[in-house]
């Protein structure tokens, strides 16, 4: 036993257990011996306490507002960085020379194309699918496309996969909206930037040149960086549990956009717009502050609370300032902006929300600056899915790399019937 084990003791036995060090945050306990020791499993419904891996992408200190992504603190990264540079910082852990983000850049242009099938597929989606479903399984299907290339154990086929996702994305995103509201399908315009190129897929129509808004990439292309990684939330689990069963990237990701997709994760941006819509006036915040914090209502502030963030999410706090900024140099005037602040305000003032420690997250500005750039608030969780997809797929890799890996199995408190007899149908 080493003087930093941890020891636990039962009626029954005295276990002692391993403290794994990490280079920041918590030491964790490992349990690894204690159902074999003991015979106890543990008990942490949520995991709320429980690390799942080791990993070296992310960083978050919930207590203090902290986000480093490979250790690069996030205002930075906000400030002097743009989402494809964060893109190979989260794959390949250092930032990139000159030379290798040329390279980085050339390969993600080259893979933009998505097979002309794909359109067939999902001109198969009745007109009014949500582009969440659509992105969803167009990236599922995805798999299909790429079977020759899904060997899992070979380093430079996980990377062709990673590029491909990153580039493929925009480009299955704007064609799910463009075939939910009609319009023709675009094709990637590779002398665009990847934020450039995607707004274009999204907006330009054959009858009209677009004149692509310098302000509105610039944001998008913030929005990007803030979303790209945040350790092992749902939708990254997610993915690390299928990707441990040994299932091909694409499919694991898939399941990450499906994870993603909820208002308790990524959905929440666009249940925020929805929230502050129906909120509608400021004389409202009140009732909506009330009903919140009424537990039989059902109803949470949509964009308040974080599982890790006790204190202001980082992230948060730079989208806040930069809604102002975007509506200003949009020209846009929005009333749901000036909701959202003195909602902010009034429950930051509030004894419940202090007590439970609920701050603005990421999700609770973001909308707003979308709703500013013209994207539809089918969109929204779409547009988080588009960042996202850097940090899934570099858990992926990583997961992959990480020597020991096992399939994510975890176990339960069974509270079902106890043995009994079959009784057959005519005696019942
Ligand atoms: N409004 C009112 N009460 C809340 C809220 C909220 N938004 N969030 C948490 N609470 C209360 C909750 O009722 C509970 O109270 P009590 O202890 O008295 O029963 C307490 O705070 C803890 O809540 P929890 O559900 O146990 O906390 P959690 O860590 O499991 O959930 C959360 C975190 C983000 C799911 C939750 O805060 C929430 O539902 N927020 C609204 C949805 C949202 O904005 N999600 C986006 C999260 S950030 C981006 C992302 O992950 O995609």
Redesign the pocket.
């Given at each position: 036993m080493s003087s930093n084990d941890v020891t636990l003791t039962t009626p029954d036995h005295s276990v002692s257990l391993p403290l794994v060090e990490g280079t920041q945050g918590p030491s964790c306990v490992d349990v690894a011996p204690l159902y074999r020791e003991t015979g106890h499993f543990t008990f942490d419904p949520?995991f709320?306490a429980t690390a799942a891996c080791k990993s070296a992408i992310t960083f978050i200190d919930g207590e203090k507002g902290v986000l480093l992504y490979r250790g690069y603190p996030i205002e930075q990264l906000a400030e002097k960085s743009r989402f494809l540079e964060v893109a190979y910082l989260l794959l390949e852990g250092e930032l990139p020379t000159p030379a290798q983000m040329h390279t980085f850049e050339d390969k993600v242009t080259h893979h933009t194309m998505m097979h002309e099938s794909v359109k067939n597929f999902l001109h198969g989606f009745h007109y009014d699918a949500h582009p969440m479903a659509m992105l969803c399984a167009s990236v599922a299907s995805l798999s299909a496309f790429y079977h020759d290339t899904n060997d899992n154990a070979d380093p430079a086929q996980r990377k062709l996969a990673a590029i491909r996702l990153i580039a493929k994305m925009p480009t299955l995103a704007a064609a799910a909206y463009r075939y939910s509201i009609g319009w023709p399908i675009r094709y990637p315009r590779n002398n665009l930037e990847y934020v450039d190129r995607f707004l274009h897929m999204m907006f330009e129509v054959p009858s009209e040149p677009l004149e692509l808004n310098p302000v509105a990439a610039k944001a998008l292309d913030l929005l990007f960086i803030l979303h790209a990684d945040?350790e092992q939330?749902?939708?990254t689990s997610t993915v690390r549990l299928v990707g441990s069963t040994g299932a091909n990237p694409y499919a694991s990701v898939a399941a990450g956009i499906a994870a993603?997709w909820g208002?308790?994760?990524?959905?929440?941006?666009e249940?925020?717009l929805k929230m502050l819509t129906e909120i509608g006036d400021a004389k409202n915040i009140g009732k909506a502050v009330a009903r919140?914090?009424d537990?039989n209502s059902g109803?949470?502030?949509?964009?308040?609370?974080?599982?890790?963030y006790k204190n202001f999410?980082p992230r948060a706090k730079i989208i806040r300032g930069m809604a102002h900024e975007v509506l200003d140099e949009l020209g846009v005037d929005d009333p749901l902006l000036d909701i959202a602040m003195k909602l902010e305000e009034v429950a930051l003032k509030d004894d419940?929300?202090i007590e439970?420690k609920?701050y603005p997250?990421?999700?609770?500005y973001s909308g707003i600056i979308y709703k500013a750039l013209k994207i539809p608030t089918s969109m929204f969780t779409v547009m988080?899915a588009i960042a996202r997809t850097a940090g899934w797929i570099s858990h992926w890799i990583e997961q992959h790399e990480m020597p020991g890996g096992r399939i994510g199995r975890p176990r339960q408190v069974y509270v079902g019937a106890t043995p009994r007899a079959f009784v057959a149908l005519d005696k019942r």
């Open positions: 949520g709320a945040h939330n749902a939708s993603l208002p308790a994760h990524g959905g929440a941006n249940a925020v919140a914090k537990k109803f949470r502030l949509m964009g308040f609370g974080h599982r890790v999410d419940y929300f439970h609920l997250n990421v999700d609770f988080f």
